[in-house]
């Protein structure tokens, strides 16, 4: 089975541009998660979704991040502009939201460098 | 606000040292438990989960842990690590309350030497 996708793997650009991250999730699955983890902060949940509708979006940081789900098997994390201290790896994970005790599947991540 | 502290940020066995990692959460409800390994350069995978029953918890690749109410713990175990064993282990909580959600602690990086 196709585990959770996430592209690119790996993302350098300069500060000022705007960086678009994409998720498919485990087909499904119908809770969706974005988590950024660096050294200092470990592992942070930014938003999550659930059928589609952001649930809690208070771990994006600021106005510059934005993340939408237009349908149940895609979802972009976008960052405008972006700046040197959003470089960390970006997880998007998946889950079946109905019961306790779901775990949530992860991607590979996406290790995004902001020079 | 749950929050979970896992006590070692650096641990450094031989191998076949025996390994228990410390995970402490607070939260007052009802509490599902996980421990998820990420391998160097991957992306973090179960490892086992608790949310109800017996409370020592198998998991893969001979790891356990024990979920001890009165403690707010869930320490993760193995008799005898294996150098393929390096990795970082994270300790998460998950709350549901019509959606599901973890909150992860700052993980453990674990060094096995052979």
């Known amino acids: 089975d196709a585990g959770v996708i996430q592209s690119p793997r790996h993302e350098v650009t300069e500060m000022g541009q705007e960086v678009t991250l994409r998720c498919k999730p485990i087909?499904?699955?119908?809770?969706l998660f974005w988590y950024r983890q660096t050294m200092m902060r470990g592992l942070e949940l930014l938003i999550y979704f659930n059928n589609n509708v952001p649930i809690d979006d208070s771990g994006m940081p600021e106005d510059r991040f934005s993340a939408k789900m237009p349908n149940a098997s895609f979802s972009t994390l976008k960052i405008q502009p972006s700046e040197p201290r959003d470089s960390a790896v970006y997880f998007c994970a998946s889950s079946l939201a109905q019961g306790e005790g779901q775990p949530q599947h992860f991607g590979d991540g996406t290790r995004l460098s902001i020079l | 606000a749950q929050s979970v502290s896992q006590h070692n940020h650096h641990v450094i066995l031989s191998e076949a040292a025996s390994l228990e990692l410390g995970c402490n959460y607070s939260?007052?409800?009802?509490?599902?438990l996980f421990w998820y390994v990420q391998y160097p350069g991957q992306h973090l995978q179960l490892l086992l989960k608790y949310f109800s029953g017996d409370p020592l918890v198998k998991g893969i690749k001979g790891f356990e842990a024990e979920f001890i109410k009165s403690k707010f713990s869930f320490n993760l175990r193995k008799p005898s690590v294996q150098w393929s064993d390096t990795a970082e282990y994270f300790c998460?909580?998950?709350?549901?309350?019509?959606?599901?959600?973890?909150?992860f602690g700052k993980g453990t990086m674990l060094l096995v030497s052979p």
């Open positions: 087909s499904g699955h119908n809770s």
């Open positions: 998460a909580v998950g709350r549901y309350s019509g959606y599901s959600t973890l909150t």
């Open positions: 939260y007052g409800g009802t509490v599902n």
